[in-house]
């Protein structure tokens, strides 16, 4: 026997609760931020961020006593300080959630321009909030009986794309009516994410008076550890680059692949961005162009590593001009690409 929900409303009795008409929803996911600058706000995120164990993978009582008692006592300074740097005062958010609510309200426009009201697009964090379990909630409330959920990595990484879905997959534990639920793979390889990518390395390096000696195209790291056991994210970077280059028809002394973000003592991913762009401008190498494919909304790591740090290094290595190129964010051919995954992945689905 069908339930009122599957049959309709129409074919409740007439002392049934009240059901909202059902939907589809696409939950985008992006990694985090705090909710504010202030050594509190740091330290609750950071914990929930550094004590994930797909993020850290070193034993519990040999990493917490070290996280809890060293590094959550000092690091929420420095990192609250770096945050003021990039802190949006006027909204009292970080880039990473205004463009990531960007993002967000462009592919939903889009879609109902295609399915109209059948379709629910909303945003969630893995860390801090708006969390993936209160999405998850207000989805299932709505009346979404599946759930497409997206993780905005397009290179997948276990410390990325499947902790999200790990949030994910508990939160629908949650659920008494839990939904359909489909996750949304990564999509480095994607025509048009490629597309995407190599126009706005064309347009920025049009915007330039001199061309650029070389292009940096600078992921974010992982132990090398990682690799060694079968992550596969090195290997799609790589074809990322590989990709972006063969569209720009560039040489392969035009474009470099480096990895950024060290942190700990173990060997990450090689060469590091911080250090070879130093080597690049003592080769003479005076102007660079950075580009970073591995996010796909500017954040922390972009607007202040990449354009402070690892930029600092250039520079003080005999570098010139240094030309950071924005991630793809909320611009029309990022919102097109994202779109293009998820009508493939609604597939059967409406």
């Not at 839990?178 to 049009?206: K, M």
Request: glycine share 6%; proline share 6%.
């Amino acid at each position: 026997m069908r339930d009122a929900h599957s049959a309709g409303t129409s074919a409740a009795p007439a002392d049934h609760p009240a059901l909202p008409p059902r939907k589809i929803g696409v939950l985008l996911a992006n990694l985090g931020t705090p909710d504010a600058t202030d050594y509190w706000s740091m330290r609750r995120y950071l914990n929930e961020f550094l004590s994930d164990h797909r993020v850290i993978d070193l034993p519990r009582w040999k990493w917490q006593p070290l996280l809890q008692l060293v590094i959550l006592t000092k690091r929420p300074f420095t990192s609250g300080a770096n945050y003021k740097l990039i802190w949006d005062q006027a909204r009292n958010e970080s880039p990473l959630m205004t463009i990531t609510r960007d993002q967000t309200h462009a592919v939903a426009e889009a879609l109902k321009a295609e399915y109209g009201d059948r379709v629910m697009v909303d945003f969630c964090m893995r860390y801090g909030n708006p969390s993936t379990k209160s999405k998850v909630q207000a989805m299932v409330a709505a009346g979404c009986e599946k759930i497409l959920f997206f993780p905005l990595y397009p290179q997948y990484a276990g410390a990325t794309t499947a902790t999200a879905n790990d949030a994910f997959f508990r939160a629908l534990m949650q659920e008494k009516r839990q939904p359909a639920a489909r996750t949304v793979p990564d999509y480095f390889e994607h025509p048009l994410y490629i597309e995407a990518l190599a126009a706005s390395v064309e347009r920025a390096y049009a915007s330039l008076d001199h061309r650029p000696d070389m292009l940096v195209v600078s992921y974010h790291g992982m132990p090398k550890r990682y690799l060694e056991e079968g992550d596969p994210y090195h290997c799609k970077c790589q074809k990322t680059s590989r990709l972006l280059r063969e569209r720009l028809g560039w040489d392969k002394t035009e474009i470099t692949t480096t990895f950024q973000s060290v942190f700990g003592r173990e060997e990450w991913l090689r060469p590091y961005t911080v250090e070879h762009v130093a080597e690049l401008a003592k080769q003479g190498k005076k102007r660079i162009a950075v580009i970073a494919p591995a996010f796909s909304a500017d954040c922390i790591e972009t607007l202040e590593e990449i354009k402070g740090e690892i930029c600092e290094s250039f520079e003080h290595a005999g570098g010139e001009v240094f030309t950071y190129i924005p991630c793809l964010n909320a611009e029309p051919a990022h919102i097109t690409a994202l779109t293009a995954v998820i009508r493939e992945n609604l597939g059967g689905w409406i």
